[in-house]
């Protein structure tokens, strides 16, 4: 009898004790997205169109969520139980309504993109295409090739200020850079486009469209970009580490190029693939600095060369013969701009992974 007893005692009842169940907020949750969805289910019908907002959804999920989870836990844990659910309830709602514009465009952009997201659509440029049919790889290789000639002119001159910033600037000139770099991260790209433009209209007359100057002018954007996060990286290596090798005699050149570097390099090159993905969608500077067209141009000081943000404006604002065609083209566009920042993000993420110095031993 005493060894039933203490069977018995031994699984204790979570809701007699005051507690929920592990899984009761997952039913409560479950069934306000039932209620929810069955409601806009029934609004639709009732209406003139059946239509499902699934952004409507997700709010009164949120919504009815947090009064059954609040009502539940306290009538079974009590009043500080229950506000601290609320409270839980509050800040995964407010993450869900910030991740809402980022699920809504996404499924936009995928809806609208797969229609003509095939082969053709990356193999042939725009060049005699008025109706259906066409591509982007006139754009993909002026994005390319605008995109990493930034990159090449950013970079040196990005990472030379902030080894300068961290390793060797005192006094009013390290900061002026500073105040400098400061004011080039919160000017508008169309700025830079204005700048870079206005450079060559001095040299080769006004209405002059290249794509060197679209480099040029991604590459204003970009430096300020890759010399903040440059100097963020060189500022967490260890003072410990310098200090050794000045105690060995190493010069300080050496212990920049041998030690800080090579201790940094991967927060250096997530910084600046970072920065790639950020100028890799502009559209205001290469519009006015690099023109468009639909032919495919190879050659940077030669013409005007086309982009792929720029071809994703100019199809949705200038539809020919077949409006239906240039939609199609300027969405499968975006999708492509999107999962090529997706895809910079990721190598990013790789990069601090895989680069970053063991700690272990």
């Given amino acids: 009898m005493s060894q039933a007893t203490t069977t018995d005692r031994s699984v204790p009842n979570t809701y007699a004790s005051g507690l929920l169940g592990k899984r009761v907020p997952w039913y409560v ?13 029934l609004i639709g019908q009732a209406g003139d169109e059946a239509s499902f907002n699934i952004v409507g959804v997700v709010l009164l999920t949120a919504v009815l969520y947090m009064a059954g989870i609040f009502v539940t836990s306290l009538l079974i844990e009590g009043r500080r139980k229950a506000t601290d659910r609320l409270v839980t309830a ?14 809504s465009l996404i499924f936009t952009v995928l809806t609208n993109g797969t229609a003509r997201f095939d082969l053709e659509f990356f193999t042939y440029s725009m060049r005699s295409i008025v109706g259906a049919g066409g591509g982007i790889v006139h754009a993909l290789v002026g994005t390319l090739l605008m995109t990493l000639t930034a990159a090449i002119i950013s970079v040196p001159v990005g990472l030379l200020a902030a080894i300068y910033l961290v390793e060797y600037g005192r006094g009013n000139i390290a900061r002026a850079i500073t105040f400098f770099v400061d004011v080039m991260t919160g000017i508008p790209s169309i700025v830079a486009g204005l700048f870079a433009y206005s450079v060559f209209a001095i040299f080769f007359g006004p209405g002059i469209k290249l794509g060197i100057a679209g480099a040029i002018a991604l590459s204003v954007i970009m430096i ?17 580490l ?20 090579p201790t940094s390099i991967a927060g250096i090159m997530t910084g600046v693939t970072l920065a790639i993905a950020r100028v890799v969608g502009e559209t ?50 975006a999708l492509t701009l999107i999962l090529i920042v997706m895809a910079l993000n990721l190598v990013a993420r790789l990069i601090a992974k895989y680069f970053a110095p063991k700690t272990g031993r």
């Fill in 29 to 41: 949750l479950g069934a306000a997205l039932v209620i929810s969805a069955v409601s806009f289910l």
């Fill in 90 to 103: 509050l800040v995964g709602t407010a993450f869900t309504i910030a991740l809402l514009p980022l699920i």
């Fill in 242 to 261: 310098r200090e050794a090798s000045y105690a060995l005699g190493v010069p300080k050149w050496l212990t920049i190029t041998k030690v800080v570097l």
């Fill in 224 to 240: 300020p970009i890759v010399v903040r996060s440059c100097e963020d990286m060189l500022k967490l290596v260890p003072n410990e």
């Fill in 284 to 333: 205001a500077p290469l519009l006015i600095a690099a023109g468009f067209t639909n032919n495919l141009n190879y050659n940077l000081f030669d013409g005007r060369m086309q982009s792929l943000p720029v071809m994703v404006y100019s199809q949705y604002v200038s539809q020919g013969t077949d409006p239906q065609a240039y939609i199609d083209r300027a969405w499968a566009g």
